[in-house]
């Protein structure tokens, strides 16, 4: 079982920046692919961003190409997003996910552990 805790979500104006963490549970960690994931009011669910469990190897929507950058620090079981230039299209609720296996996969059904998600909203 991997417990995921998403934080730093919040309130920033357009073109500001945040970072967002999420803090994992076990002792797996690095050897799990992680990502981010997100949700709009009335929009399905959409990937943001992935890392491989080494840390080596990273993807991205198209939407954040450039603008978002996804970390990892394994010995501190953390992930994280920093999110640069945010848009008003960029709100949602952020939602952290573990995958079984350690390469970068963008679809969500390769993720079995989500967080329970962190509101970003930005203010045009």
């Known amino acids: 079982q991997v417990l995921l805790v998403e934080s730093g979500g919040g309130l920033v104006q357009a073109v500001g920046s945040l970072r967002l963490s999420c803090a994992a549970s076990g002792r797996t960690f690095s050897s799990r692919a992680m990502a981010w994931f997100r949700q709009a009011p009335g929009k399905e669910r959409e990937f943001v961003g992935g890392?491989?469990?080494?840390?080596?190897?990273?993807n991205y929507a198209d939407s954040v190409k450039g603008r978002f950058t996804i970390s990892r620090e394994n010995a501190k079981n953390t992930v994280y997003l920093q999110m640069n230039s945010l848009k008003p299209d960029d709100t949602a609720v952020y939602y952290c996910?573990?995958?079984?296996?350690?390469?970068?996969?963008?679809?969500?059904?390769?993720?079995?552990?989500w967080g329970r998600g962190t509101q970003v909203t930005v203010s045009s």
């Open positions: 890392i491989s469990g080494s840390g080596a190897r990273s």
């Open positions: 996910a573990a995958a079984a296996g350690g390469l970068t996969y963008s679809s969500d059904s390769k993720y079995d552990y």
